[in-house]
């Protein structure tokens, strides 16, 4: 087993407990007695904690040619964890006799869980620059750039459009660079 491996194996135990999460969420609103209001910015957030993860997970290859060392691994963690985190974060865990609004829920978690996507978008976009299998200009530099600032604006911003707006905009890049980056047009 190569060092790589063996972190790799790390990192991916964390995205499969992030991709548990949100399964465990969508099977907790499932199986609820309680009627469900679904929220389409809630849906969208949870098909973007999906696409990242399994971006994020895809992308790892690319770091399997590195010298590791225990800062590179430290700081691989972070993104992750944080996805974990999110996960955790975007369904609503307390079950009830009541209706489960997940558009109230999302509002009650929106400022935590923009806070932790955009901290680990900003830290997963670091990481190929940092470690040097990225360019630091990078065509991929403005898709990040166009996704941070909209979570930032659903950080900030309290108007439900916002948040849908901002949710289908990730979704619809984070769909963009699966379709882009694994999918390359052969000329």
């Excluded at 978008?121 to 360019?135: H, S």
């Excluded at 898709?143 to 707006?165: C, N, P, Q, Y």
Aim: aromatic share 12%; net charge neutral.
């Amino acid at each position: 087993m190569t060092l790589f491996e063996f972190l790799a194996g790390m990192i991916s135990v964390i995205l499969a407990l992030a991709v548990a999460q949100l399964f465990l969420g969508l099977a907790g609103l499932v199986q609820s007695r309680a009627p469900v209001r679904y929220s389409v910015t809630q849906g969208a957030w949870i098909a973007n904690l999906f696409v990242i993860t399994f971006l994020h997970w895809w992308s790892l290859w690319d770091f399997r040619d590195l010298e590791w060392h225990f800062p590179m691994f430290f700081f691989s963690l972070l993104g992750p964890s944080l996805l974990f985190f999110a996960a955790t974060l975007v369904s609503p865990r307390e079950s009830s006799d009541d209706v489960i609004d997940l558009g109230q829920h999302f509002l009650k978690v929106r400022r935590p869980l923009m806070g932790v996507v955009l901290v680990m978008i900003v830290l997963m976009t670091l990481d190929g620059p940092l470690f040097g299998t990225e360019p630091a200009m990078h065509w991929l530099r403005i898709v990040e750039g166009v996704t941070v600032g909209s979570i930032a604006a659903s950080l900030v911003f309290k108007d439900v459009r916002v948040h849908l707006m901002a949710s289908l905009a990730v979704l619809a890049i984070t769909g963009s660079v699966v379709v882009i980056r694994f999918f390359p047009l052969q000329m």
